[in-house]
């Protein structure tokens, strides 16, 4: 069975070094969901994390009722009781003796499968002894190749979790415990979630990360701060960072969108994140990543209208987000820039979709959808670019400093309430304050304002605007975070950089500071 997914996947996608057959791909997959059994099911698991290709997703949704249909159960059971345990101990680790050394694979987080290798003296590394590396390569080898699958499950199990956001599942207590509290890979993501759990009389109760429910409750659901009063909200946010919990995706800190007037006004589509320049071939790839659909825009028939689709809502709701290339790119084949568009919903009708009104979307779907869209712009907005004014270009010039400096965007809400909370711990702290849409940092040099949407910086007294560029890679982690952030790490290593502004060496930047201070 093993076989047959590695053929559906190979056949099925580019960049596997395999020539494309979606006819083989398919076949291999109606096999998939003919045979049944546990490990023809769990080949199909991998799969559904991984095939992108439109045709063959909508046939792996087929084979996947057609499999749960044979066991009595629905798509999503099927798939949520078929992912891979790797042979891994409640706790997500698995020990093995190899010439003398115990080598230890272990989930340490959200997204980290490590290795480790125990001498015979206790003394533990992370570099396989020579022992090991010399005497059993194909031991070591196979350890290696687990842990990559262990990688590739977790990866998978943590977008399908973060997924079931927008579907406001219910499950039995029973059925939780034992598919997701209690599996080696899921359990360590769902661990470090808020749940809420239902009591007999049938009021809910949320608890903690990590934390087991009184009583024996009825049913349980995944938290979601937009059932939750601001109160609530703001005491699990305290507690959150005071505990330094880290979560496996943003929960507590995660953004809410609702419905405004003016998109009750328009009716069927949303302008709220209409208008925007940015970087097209970042765009499509964060797509990708995030699992929508998408036409590349190209100078050819057709590649001017783009619409990214997404569904939500376990299915039954589908997010269209409108783009085109920007009015006057002049890139070739592909564009360099897009203009993004409206934001249109799609329900589930039988085996078609229809367009409704975004009054009639569940809150859940239309939050969540309108997350990712926020996400996609935050990310790859020429604003988010901080060498564009050095550019010396006018294209585009008026809206980079629109969108640069402007009004806060959700997500960046949610980034200023994050620093409300951290700020009184760092040691920076005395030399930084929140002002509106800005960090603001004192230094010896000059005092500046750290833009909390954009990351981009001004200068007091006059405004001048401060081109720093970030280095490559992540950041030193020495500041708690409760969730990953790319663009709060940025706010804050350009704080800690500019409170000790004596300090800077790179001359690029002091003579920038210097010019006009």
Known sequence: MRH??????????????????????GAA??????????????????????????????????????????????????????????????????????????VRVAIDGAGTVRLTFARPDGTTSRTAPAAVKDGFPDELRDLKSLAKEIRGTLSGER???????????????????????????TGTLVRGLIREFQDEGGEWHAVAPAAEPAGRPERVRLWHPIRASAEDIGEWRERIVAERLRQPFKQAFREIYLLTPAEEETGVYSNRFAAHIVHYKQLYALFKERGWQADFLGRYDGGYDGQARAEFGDGEWRACFHHEPAADDDGG?????????????????????????????????????????????????IAAD??????????????????????????????REVLERILPRLKIAARCRLEGRFLVVRGDLR????????????????????????????????????????RLSLVLSKAFLLAADTDITDETILRQIKRGA
């Open 159 to 185: 977008a399908r979790v973060e997924a079931l956001m927008s579907a406001g599942r219910e499950w039995p207590y029973e059925e939780w415990c034992r598919y997701y509290r209690d599996h080696p890979v």
């Open 386 to 415: 901080p060498e564009w004014a050095d550019r010396g270009e006018d294209r585009y010039g008026g809206y980079w400093r629109r969108a640069s400096f402007g009004a806060l965007t959700a997500s960046a809400e949610v980034r």
């Open 4 to 25: 047959l997914g590695a053929l559906a996947l190979r056949t099925g996608g580019h960049g596997t070094g395999v020539i494309e057959d979606l006819k083989l791909a």
């Open 29 to 102: 997959i109606n096999a998939l969901a003919e045979t049944g059994d546990t490990a023809s099911l769990e080949a199909l698991w991998r799969l559904q994390s991984r095939i992108r290709h439109r045709a063959l997703r909508k046939q792996l949704d087929t084979a996947l009722v057609t499999a749960a249909g044979k066991q009595g159960i629905t798509a999503e059971q099927l798939i949520e009781r078929s992912v891979p345990d790797h042979g891994l101990a409640p706790d997500g680790s698995l020990e093995r003796e190899v010439g003398g050394h115990r």
């Open 333 to 381: 084949y592909a564009p360099e820039y897009a203009a993004t568009d409206q934001v249109r919903f799609e329900r589930r009708d039988g085996r078609r979709l229809r367009a409704v009104p975004l009054a009639e979307v569940p809150p859940l779907v239309f939050s969540e959808a309108m997350r990712d869209v926020d996400l996609f712009v935050g990310v790859t907005s």
């Open 447 to 486: 005092t500046y304002r750290v833009h909390l949407g954009s990351a981009n910086i001004l200068m007091e007294p006059d405004d001048s605007y401060l081109c720093i560029v970030p280095s490559r890679g992540k950041g030193d982690g020495k500041v708690f975070l409760p969730f990953e952030d790319e």
